[in-house]
């Protein structure tokens, strides 16, 4: 089985920072795309943003120049810095791996089970 631990999350006021983390452990042959979601309160989830195995970005433009995603293929986890955060960022984040299990050809996604930010006025 494939699981997707988040960490990080938290209240903080406008301006500030927070750093979010997910680690996916379990039984894979490798991990594909790797993004972070976000769902704010009475909003459809949207993707925040994306990292592939060679290091590729993207981000919705909302959060470009302020997020940033990386990735430890080594330690098989995916970080999202966000800065100058705002209260519009409140929203609970979900980070998604799209893994290759053992025995498979191609690739599942699975979700973590997501951590609350609230930013603050």
């Known amino acids: 089985q494939v699981q997707l631990v988040e960490s990080g999350g938290g209240l903080v006021q406008a301006g500030g920072s927070l750093r979010l983390s997910c680690e996916v452990s379990g039984s894979f042959r490798s991990i594909n795309v790797m993004s972070w979601y976000r769902q704010g309160p009475g909003k459809q989830r949207e993707l925040v943003a994306t990292?592939?195995?060679?290091?590729?970005?993207t981000y919705t433009d909302s959060v470009k120049e302020r997020f940033s995603i990386a990735r430890d293929g080594a330690k098989n986890t995916v970080s999202l810095l966000m800065n100058s955060l705002k209260p519009e960022d409140t929203a609970v984040y979900y980070c998604?791996?799209?893994?290759?299990?053992?025995?498979?050809?191609?690739?599942?996604?699975?979700w973590g089970q997501g951590t609350q930010v609230t930013v603050s006025s």
């Open positions: 998604s791996a799209d893994v290759v299990r053992i025995g498979l050809i191609y690739w599942e996604r699975f």
């Open positions: 990292i592939t195995s060679g290091g590729t970005t």
